[in-house]
């Protein structure tokens, strides 16, 4: 993944804190979620301040790893735009 923005961890740090995010208000639509769909997840989770390790999507859904993991309070907060869903992280090498 091309990393741009302020929102990306150092590449060493550990694969960890690992999430499937689904943005539900295009969640059927493949061709929105493969153009939009980790924009709308970078955007959402970088604008609290989470900083990404690692990452990719599909036209279903986007996985990704953070430097620390989401808090109780934001999934809530996200709970009406995104599924958020814990991960292994083992997509991320291959998507």
């Known amino acids: 993944m091309f990393q741009t923005g302020g929102?990306?961890?150092?590449?060493?740090s550990p694969r960890e804190h690992?999430?499937?995010v689904v943005p539900l208000d295009?969640?059927?639509d493949a061709r929105e979620m493969t153009l939009h769909g980790f924009e709308r997840v970078y955007h959402?989770?970088?604008g609290l301040g989470y900083r990404f390790r690692?990452?990719?999507h599909n036209s279903e859904y986007?996985?990704?790893s953070l430097r620390t993991p989401i808090s109780s309070g934001h999934?809530?907060?996200l709970a009406e735009k995104f599924g958020i869903f814990d991960n292994d992280g083992v997509e991320l090498?291959?998507?």
């Open 54 to 56: 690692d990452a990719g």
């Open 93 to 95: 090498s291959s998507i």
């Open 7 to 12: 929102f990306w961890a150092d590449e060493d």
């Open 62 to 64: 986007a996985i990704i």
């Open 26 to 28: 295009i969640a059927n």
């Open 75 to 77: 999934k809530k907060q």
């Open 18 to 20: 690992c999430y499937k």
């Open 44 to 46: 959402a989770l970088g």
